[in-house]
């Protein structure tokens, strides 16, 4: 009858753990490693350019600020020189004797020349007719009617306002008074080729302006020129600007063109001044995006290649797992098969002896083949109870051994045991057990006759020489090795010795004593 092999509790697979989760295997290390380090290279690059983007940001702040002070000081040179213009010329008025004085300033070209500016002069009367001009096409025919000049009138000493049509020049009017009393206004045209230098000497790049805007909001000049008047009074960015003397900002699209730039602005308290100079976004971050760009394309293909090989590497892991537990599955097969052997052998063994005590013959030799058959059984249950089928760890086989042959013959002998822990090739197990069965059993039945008390000592080491040496030594009565032996067991112990590559003798004194000395499995 064929004995089940039962599984330990801590081998068999728990169907709802394979259900529910599957074992994490050295190619999911290397998928997980490959995509955390791409995650990880990608991160940081975007950590970079997050970085870069601020960076780029502040620099073009910098730069726009300090661009807007040079403008600043730019125009309170021009504005500051045109209002001296006008003030001396209008001492000069105050002092003509009447009306047609205003028309003596023929030759006020000539008299421009030291304003750092292009510029156009005229002279208007109280009701605003122009009276004497440069003839410029900047300056106003009339201003009869003009809101400024309204303000003038009223006694504003100067204001400064935008210039008609779609430039970037602005106007400085300024009050005219003979004996206190208002006599009309002179007006300076600052072309718009002034600003546009200012822009030029800046070198802002592509989308860039400059302007110049009046401390109530409004654009008194810009360039790129402006295509209508505009205000940036409502604009929540103009308390900034008023809060301040100096900043800068990023604005988003710009009410007079739609374009997101970088702002940087100086304040100019004396003329109610605010300057202006803006950087577009986009020029100033094309650079980065270009080298985001380069770098992105350089690092995509390395990534690209990494994952690529990983997955290669994690196909061939998987294969070799697949094949690991494929052979895995085999060698346990195998083993229980071994088992299996190994058990049915046991049992053939033990029904083999069922038999031969059936069978009518001497009880003594009947006694002594039952013996040995269990011998050869209690191997093959030693090796399928181990496992292990290549080696046999001796000790406890031959205790087991030893206990079975004291037992069957009920002697009054202390057995003392000393084996150690060796281990035998597989096919030297049974002669070995075979050997001390004979040894034993034949100090049982001669060494201590009459029931006689003594000792028995069975010994295993490995000596000296790396060989096995097994010793079986009793207090008995002795015998003489010389005298044949009526039995076969001194021939099976002969043949079992030569079969393990042994050597064995015998000898007498005060009892007896058996040694073999036998090779060792390797590594034992």
Request: net charge negative.
């Amino acid at each position: 009858m064929i004995a089940a092999t039962e599984v330990p509790n801590s081998q068999r697979a728990d169907p709802k753990v394979k259900a529910g989760r599957r074992r994490w295997e050295a190619a999911d290390t290397v998928l997980a490693a490959s995509i955390g380090l791409v995650v990880i290279i990608f991160a940081v690059f975007g950590f970079l350019v997050w970085q870069a983007y601020f960076q780029v940001l502040e620099e073009a702040e910098t730069r726009a600020r300090r661009a807007a002070d040079v403008v600043a000081e730019q125009t309170s040179w021009v504005v500051g020189s045109g209002l001296m213009f006008l003030s001396r010329n209008a001492e000069e008025i105050a002092a003509a004797p009447n009306d047609a004085a205003l028309t003596t300033a023929a030759d006020l070209e000539e008299s421009l020349s030291w304003v750092p500016a292009s510029t156009e002069v005229a002279f208007y009367d109280a009701t605003g007719a122009a009276v004497s001009s440069t003839g410029g096409e900047s300056l106003p025919a009339t201003l009869t009617g003009a809101d400024y000049f309204a303000e003038v009138a009223e006694g504003r000493d100067w204001t400064i306002v935008p210039e008609t049509g779609e430039n970037s020049g602005f106007l400085i009017i300024k009050r005219l008074e003979r004996g206190g009393t208002f006599a009309g206004a002179a007006a300076l045209a600052i072309g718009d080729g002034t600003l546009e230098s200012f822009w030029a000497l800046q070198n802002l790049g592509e989308g860039s302006t400059v302007s110049i805007v009046r401390d109530d909001g409004w654009v008194v000049a810009r360039h790129p020129p402006l295509s209508a008047p505009l205000s940036l009074a409502e604009l929540p960015v103009f308390a900034t600007l008023t809060a301040m003397d100096t900043g800068s900002y990023s604005s988003g699209a710009s009410p007079a063109d739609g374009v997101s730039r970088v702002v940087g602005f100086r304040q100019l308290p004396k003329f109610g001044l605010i300057t202006l100079a803006a950087v577009s976004r986009d020029q100033v971050l094309n650079g980065l995006w270009y080298s985001t760009f380069v770098v992105t394309a350089l690092i995509l293909p390395i990534a690209l290649a990494l994952l690529a090989g990983s997955i290669m590497t994690a196909r061939l892991l998987r294969r070799s797992e697949a094949t690991r537990k494929s052979l895995a599955a085999a060698v346990e097969h195998n083993e229980l098969l071994f088992r299996e052997i190994h058990h049915r052998i046991k049992n053939n063994l033990q029904s083999v002896n069922s038999l031969l005590q059936l069978q009518p013959i001497p009880r003594e030799i009947r006694a002594e083949m039952g013996q040995r058959i269990a011998a050869m059984s209690a191997v093959h249950e030693h090796i399928y109870r181990s496992g292990n089928f290549e080696s046999v760890v001796v000790r406890d086989y031959l205790r087991t051994l030893i206990k079975n042959i004291h037992t069957g013959h009920g002697a009054k002998v202390k057995v003392v045991e000393e084996i150690e822990d060796l281990s035998v090739d597989k096919d030297v197990a049974t002669p070995l057990g075979l050997v001390v069965n004979e040894v034993v059993s034949n100090a049982f039945k001669h060494a201590f006759v009459d029931d006689r008390h003594g000792e028995l000592t069975v010994r295993l080491v490995r000596n000296a020489n790396g060989m096995g040496e097994l010793t079986v030594e009793d207090n008995g009565v002795g015998f003489d090795p010389a005298v044949p032996s009526k039995g076969i067991g001194q021939k099976l112990i002969n043949a079992l010795s030569q079969q393990i590559g042994g050597t064995y003798s015998y000898s007498t004194g005060s009892g007896s004593r058996f040694e073999l000395v036998f090779p060792l499995a390797p590594g034992a």
